[in-house]
């Protein structure tokens, strides 16, 4: 079973910039297509950003392409995501999860994902 941690979710202000991180460990950061999905109350939980282990390729959705930037941090074992201009629609809980299987075709499908961790609490104020 992988083990997922987000943290960094806070409080913020439109227009500030927030780096969220997901702690695993080094096998999973480095052996995994990595993904962020984000949730509100009441909603289905929506695909965020995705990087491909095999080719490296990063995905966005199209609500976040420009602001958002998910990398690898292979010294500290996590994957971050820089969330810049952020607005109070992209308040919600976030969470990273890990896939095997993921490619170009399918990485914003929320059945491809194996493992995912608790979430974090994002709040952006208007």
């Known amino acids: 079973q992988v083990q997922l941690v987000e943290s960094g979710g806070r409080l913020v202000q439109a227009g500030d910039s927030l780096r969220l991180s997901c702690a695993a460990s080094?096998?999973?950061?480095?052996?995994?297509?990595m993904g962020w999905f984000r949730q509100v109350p009441g909603k289905e939980r929506e695909f965020v950003a995705a990087?491909?282990?095999?080719?490296?390729?990063?995905y966005y959705a199209d609500s976040v392409k420009g602001r958002f930037t998910i990398s690898r941090d292979n010294a500290k074992n996590t994957v971050p995501l820089q969330m810049n201009s952020l607005k109070p629609e992209d308040t919600a809980v976030y969470y990273c999860?890990?896939?095997?299987?993921?490619?170009?075709?399918?990485?914003?499908?929320?059945?491809?994902?194996?493992?995912w961790g608790q979430g974090t609490q994002v709040t952006v104020s208007s």
């Open positions: 990087i491909i282990w095999s080719d490296g390729n990063k």
């Open positions: 080094a096998r999973t950061t480095r052996s995994y297509s």
């Open positions: 999860a890990t896939s095997f299987h993921l490619t170009s075709g399918n990485y914003n499908s929320l059945w491809m994902y194996d493992s």
